[in-house]
């Protein structure tokens, strides 16, 4: 087998491409180490990469045919991805070759609730972003009678990032106060159902308010966005921020808004900020998840953040808002971080060294059984 399928990365889309690109080039850059990468996404930023590393291998294979076949007659050590769903639906583990299947999290949220059910059962190995999410697969395996996975405590590297890039960024100093709005994706949204009355409410108090759709939001409901940008265009207070790869709101903001939406815990505990929920009916991809009788991490976790704002009671948010500003307690949520995130020293470092174990402990086993 050619070096370059020794380990195999697939991105879905933009989005698993943004986590998967890290470890892949820490194995590139550290360890010289031969990658192929799969891709679905024609606009992939990776085939620009592959200009300067020569030991880097890109494939755009779309979303259809050609993908399902390769999945099936895949031969590599080691794939590695973000899709979960592998054998619930058409893409199916390799059926020529004993390819050894490493999940990765693209957010920070529960297994059982947020998944659908047997979402990571084709899997080996998953690396995990904390202690809550290794309960959830440990008891998921005992109450189905699963055989058990190889589980790493890896963390989650937006959070780490987010950390690091704060500690040396610099503040612009402001009288308003700074509200970030980001809402989720799918149904039951703050952009969908409440938008327009929670922006007014806001900026009856001159906060200055900065909008940040989701970016399938972006994409799919343009004249959407269109009009609630001419609603208020004549406020100088309101910001609509389109731009995804500008994360300086992020720094600037002193509070953030959010419904479902990852970039809640992300925020809160990777920035040690409160956080707002509105509270709208949560997505569960899951309907057996209560059986595992663990509260799923997106659940327990707002109300030790911030604050949850009911619908229907929206002309409160700036009273909450007061109230969770003058009440927060950064060293409470540091503690919590504490308990939901692994933070380690050289993490990305660490990975790639497991990967490459993996993937050369499979190779020399299948070796092995070919003799």
């Known amino acids: 087998m050619p070096e370059s399928r020794k380990i195999v990365f697939y991105a879905e889309d933009i989005q698993s491409q943004n986590f998967l690109i890290d470890l892949l080039m820490e194995l590139l850059n550290k360890f010289d180490q031969e990658i192929c990468y799969l891709t679905s996404d024609i606009n992939d930023s990776i085939f620009k990469e592959a200009?300067?590393?020569?030991?880097?291998?890109?494939?755009?294979?779309?979303?259809?045919?050609?993908?399902?076949?390769?999945?099936?007659?895949?031969?590599?050590?080691?794939?590695?991805?973000?899709?979960?769903?592998?054998?619930?639906?058409?893409?199916?583990?390799?059926?020529?070759?004993?390819?050894?299947?490493?999940?990765?999290?693209?957010?920070?949220?529960?297994?059982?609730?947020?998944?659908?059910?047997?979402?990571?059962?084709?899997?080996?190995?998953?690396?995990?972003?904390?202690?809550?999410?290794?309960?959830?697969?440990?008891?998921?395996?005992?109450?189905?009678?699963?055989?058990?996975?190889?589980?790493?405590?890896?963390?989650?590297?937006?959070?780490?990032?987010?950390?690091?890039?704060?500690?040396?960024?610099?503040?612009?100093?402001?009288?308003?106060?700074?509200?970030?709005?980001?809402?989720?994706?799918?149904?039951?949204?703050?952009?969908?159902?409440c938008m327009n009355e929670l922006i007014e409410n806001l900026l009856n108090e001159d906060n200055e308010i900065f909008l940040r759709p989701h970016p399938m939001t972006l994409r799919n409901h343009g004249n959407e966005i269109e009009k609630l940008k001419s609603y208020f265009s004549k406020n100088?207070?309101?910001?609509?921020?389109?731009?995804?790869?500008?994360?300086?709101?992020?720094?600037?903001?002193?509070?953030?808004?959010?419904?479902w939406s990852g970039i809640g815990i992300e925020y809160g505990l990777g920035l040690l900020k409160p956080v707002i929920y509105i509270d709208l009916p949560k997505k569960n991809f899951n309907p057996d998840f209560e059986k595992l009788?663990?509260?799923?991490?997106?659940?327990?976790?707002?109300?030790?953040?911030?604050?949850?704002?009911?619908?229907?009671?929206?002309?409160?948010?700036?009273?909450?808002?007061?109230?969770?500003?003058s009440t927060y307690?950064?060293?409470?949520?540091?503690?919590?971080?504490?308990?939901?995130?692994?933070?380690?020293?050289?993490?990305?470092n660490k990975a790639a060294k497991r990967v490459l174990n993996i993937a050369n402990s499979n190779r020399s086993r299948n070796i092995r059984n070919s003799n």
Request: hydrophobic share 35%.
């Open 329 to 348: 307690d950064k060293e409470d949520v540091l503690a919590i971080r504490e308990r939901y995130v692994y933070i380690k020293e050289n993490a990305l």
């Open 236 to 259: 100088i207070n309101f910001n609509l921020q389109e731009d995804h790869k500008d994360r300086s709101i992020l720094f600037e903001s002193d509070i953030l808004i959010t419904d």
């Open 51 to 193: 200009k300067y590393h020569r030991n880097l291998k890109v494939l755009y294979i779309g979303s259809g045919f050609i993908r399902t076949w390769l999945f099936i007659n895949l031969k590599a050590d080691l794939f590695i991805t973000t899709m979960p769903d592998i054998e619930i639906f058409h893409l199916k583990r390799s059926k020529i070759y004993p390819v050894h299947y490493l999940y990765i999290f693209h957010a920070l949220v529960s297994t059982h609730s947020n998944y659908r059910q047997g979402a990571f059962d084709a899997y080996d190995t998953i690396f995990c972003t904390g202690s809550q999410q290794i309960s959830e697969i440990r008891k998921t395996e005992k109450y189905y009678n699963l055989p058990k996975k190889n589980i790493f405590k890896d963390g989650y590297r937006p959070i780490e990032y987010l950390i690091n890039e704060s500690k040396s960024y610099k503040k612009n100093s402001s009288d308003k106060l700074k509200i970030l709005i980001a809402p989720s994706w799918g149904e039951n949204n703050i952009f969908e159902h």
């Open 293 to 325: 009788n663990i509260t799923p991490m997106e659940v327990s976790i707002r109300s030790e953040i911030g604050e949850i704002v009911d619908i229907q009671n929206l002309e409160s948010i700036n009273r909450v808002i007061s109230n969770i500003l």
